[in-house]
């Protein structure tokens, strides 16, 4: 399955993309507009999720609409989710662990044309 070397390959090969490592935290950027980046879980969302908040590495990535994270979320629960923290926010919350390279290439590439305009 995917890891960050996947993420930062495919995120890195599309135009204009910078990579920023924050407070140890890596995101991609295109045009100064986030549209990948590492996201931790949060105190506030191991609460909300409890026993069900996953181990290991997770993605955050821009979707076009909430009916694309919708159907992301509806299509596999095993890879994707969500967290009260993003409710009404365009992006989705990735087990990086989980997803298979091509379904991630495919997630960034989407993602890179939502924030690229």
Partial sequence: MATWNDVRRIATSM????????????DWRVK????????????????????????GPILAARVPDLGAKEALLAADESVYFTTPHFQGYPAILVRLEHIPVAELEELIVEAWHARAR
Avoid at 15 to 26: C, F, H, K, L, S
Avoid at 37 to 49: F, G, I, Q, S, V
């Fill in 15 to 26: 135009p204009d993309v910078t990579e920023r490592v924050r407070e140890g935290v890596v």
């Fill in 32 to 55: 100064d507009k986030l549209f990948v980046w590492e996201r931790p879980l949060r105190k506030t969302d191991l609460a909300a999720m409890g026993p069900s908040a996953p181990d």
